[in-house]
């Protein structure tokens, strides 16, 4: 059912006839702004097909090719041949069935469709926030995609924010790393990717609305300016390691068979005059294709007791914690007891290799029972290769124990064929009313738009890598959210109540804590976007904390409104989100302590009560120092928070 509408202007749409000018190119070029007139693409129809973009006048990307190569040989998009061109301007209320940022977005953009000899065309769009164009083909029976040319030529040598890869085998847990495009060559990364423009101004690269396709990632050129879509061919040959690991021991000589009418994904541009935009945007929101379920009732996000991250430590009980009956048993009664909707059974709940069983001391049926006496649902993990062998009676059995979702780990592929398996995923649960969180995954591209049920994916450096080692730092924390967070909402699994200095951590694989400090972890809540948000750490450790527990329990994982009040990459995020009538406001720094401003005028009128949990004076020593303020407020206060090194603050307003 589609979600849109309080307000919809639909306006300037029309057809043109084009035809080849004859005089050296093929036609005219044909442009496309935004609605506010900043941002321009122009679409070049020489020998082929290209696309530039410029803002407020000064060129960002130069002509750039654009092609699709056929199996046949034909290329799309050389020699180009314009049949017709059509315009339409859009401003329509989106309202999305699980509010990430808001609980209503703003569609507004211009777009030109040009249809081209051969029947194929370019779809071209400008938002105030970004541009994005896909292909587009009306060919009977099947296509066979040898080969997508993808590129982004800039003006100068910029530097990128480039999450590297050695492999299309991966999870895209990567560090931002910061190298100059020259330095790129045939070097790859994931997506989203950052160039920094001058003036400070950014662009990122993503997708949007993948489905039957290829994911995109991202290489260099021997010109040192331009950028590359690379798309991993079909496998042709695979080997199973373990029960996760699937490897593709042999690719085909094309990247996609699909069939002949069609739409592509969208390539994504976000242009950022401030670093707070690429915080703001809903953009591939926006771009992803409308809900495909007509009942989305079922679908309630919240947050999760995680079992895994804390290797089950719980303690001062007079059971045995592990991977049992009585431990689950305890989560399901410490979620209720909090007010958190469900808890997680992690690795170890089956043997490997048959989801249709239990080890020997999970007993499904009493945990089953206990959860729905609780009001607790329960998120299966699952092994991804498992699910694809045994998907019917799997879900059945999950369905027939009352679960809630399933968490599906260890995809670590975005050829076609898994692709093809993510959209599978989604619809056999949404037949059984299953949330759905992919692990080990590639990044969003608005699946969660399509099928609303799929809340949350990781695709990110969270904080499971602090069990082995200290990747997950303050500045990766400041860092990731510019781009990764850009792309959708991300499973990062905040939470942890043992909070170290730079100097003071080290990685614990069975009781793991985190880099920064208390205040940091619960800034993250606010932050960070996951309507399926994870709390990391054990029961146990939670309830030696009652303070932080007691705030984390209330704070929502979806939003009517966000408000980025201070950002800049790699340095500090200051955010704040409402929901309903109360408002949180979080605040990340890296290693650098800092002064935060903290303009409290989004407020409006009224007086309000504000709960703030801040660095205390000793945080830089002992990551765990914090102090709790309750006082009154205005919107007309100003206050100026002090943030440790690795630190943050985290604050719940509510009206009086």
């Known amino acids: ?105 703003r569609d507004r953009f211009n777009e030109r469709r040009i249809d081209f000899r051969g029947d194929y065309a370019l779809v071209v769009r400008a938002y105030d926030d970004g541009v994005a ?143 707070e935009t690429l915080l703001e945007t809903d953009i591939v929101y926006r771009l992803a294709s409308e809900s495909k379920l007509t009942d989305t009732s079922w679908i309630r996000p919240g947050l999760v007791a995680w079992d895994w991250w804390n290797a089950n430590n719980v303690y001062g009980v007079p059971f045995r914690a592990g991977v049992n009956t009585e431990t689950y048993k305890h989560y399901i009664d410490f979620a209720a007891e909090h007010g958190i909707p469900y808890i997680i059974l992690d690795e170890g709940w089956y043997p490997l290799g048959d989801l249709l069983k239990t080890v020997p001391a999970i007993d499904m049926p009493v945990i089953a029972a206990h959860a ?51 959209e599978r995923v989604a619809q056999e649960a949404a037949k059984r009313r299953l949330l759905v969180d992919f692990h080990g995954s590639y990044k969003p591209t608005g699946l969660y738009r399509t099928y609303p049920h799929v809340v949350t994916s990781e695709g990110v450096l969270g904080l499971e890598q602090s069990k082995w080692s200290d990747l997950a730092s303050p500045g990766n924390a400041v860092t990731f959210p510019f781009m990764r967070m850009l792309a959708g909402p991300v499973d990062y699994t905040p939470g942890a109540m043992i909070n170290s200095t730079k100097t003071d951590f080290k990685p614990v694989f069975n009781r793991p804590g985190s880099q920064g400090t208390r205040c940091h972890q619960l800034a993250m809540y606010v932050v960070y976007e996951s309507p399926l948000q994870m709390l990391a750490d054990s029961p146990s450790n939670y309830r030696k904390e009652p303070e932080s527990l007691a705030f984390l329990a209330k704070v929502p994982t979806v939003w009517d409104e966000t408000r980025v009040l201070q950002a800049k990459v790699g340095e500090v995020i200051v955010t704040a989100r409402r929901s309903g009538s109360t408002w949180y406001v979080g605040g990340l720094t890296n290693w650098s302590a800092r002064e935060v401003p903290l303009d409290l005028s989004f407020l409006g009128a009224g007086s309000f009560s504000l709960e703030l949990f801040r660095d205390g004076p000793n945080a830089d020593r002992a990551g765990v120092d914090y102090v709790r303020e309750v006082r009154d407020i205005s919107a007309a206060d100003r206050l100026t928070l002090h943030l440790a090194s690795g630190g943050g603050f985290a604050a719940r307003i509510t009206p009086r």
């Open 133 to 275: 164009y896909r292909w587009a083909t009306a060919r009977s029976g099947e296509l066979t995609i040898a080969a997508e040319e993808a590129t982004l030529r800039f003006t100068d040598d910029h530097l990128v924010y480039f999450p590297e890869e050695t492999s299309f085998q991966s999870h895209q847990e990567r560090q931002y790393k910061q190298v100059k495009i020259s330095e790129i060559g045939t070097r790859f990364s994931g997506l989203p990717a950052m160039v920094v423009l001058p003036g400070g101004m950014k662009a990122v690269l993503t997708e949007a609305d993948l489905f039957d396709y290829p994911g995109m990632d991202l290489t260099g050129s021997a010109d040192g300016r331009t950028l590359r879509g690379l798309f991993p061919a079909y496998p042709k040959a695979v080997q199973l390691r373990r029960d996760r690991d699937e490897l593709v021991t042999e690719r085909e000589t094309f990247i996609a068979r699909t069939r002949g009418t069609r739409e592509f994904p969208w390539r994504v541009l976000v242009l950022a005059e401030r670093d």
């Open 372 to 422: 729905k006496a609780k009001n607790v649902g329960l998120v299966m993990w699952v092994i991804w290769k498992t699910l694809d062998l045994q998907m019917q009676p799997a879900l059945d059995q999950f369905a027939a124990w009352g679960v809630k979702g399933i968490k599906v780990d260890f995809m670590q592929r975005e050829d076609q064929w898994m692709v093809n398996f993510y």
């Open 1 to 105: 059912m589609r979600r849109v509408l309080s307000r919809v202007i639909i306006a300037g749409l029309f057809a043109a006839v084009a035809s080849a000018d004859g005089q050296g190119g093929r036609g005219q070029p044909l442009t496309v702004s935004s609605p506010s007139g900043a941002l321009t693409v122009t679409i070049g129809l020489g020998e082929q097909l290209s696309w530039s973009v410029a803002l407020r006048g000064q060129v960002v990307v130069e002509p750039s090719r654009l092609a699709l190569t056929l199996s046949t040989g034909e290329v799309l998009g050389a020699r180009p041949t314009v049949k017709s061109t059509r315009t339409r301007a859009v401003d329509e209320i989106l309202r999305p069935v699980v509010r990430v940022k808001r609980a209503e977005v």
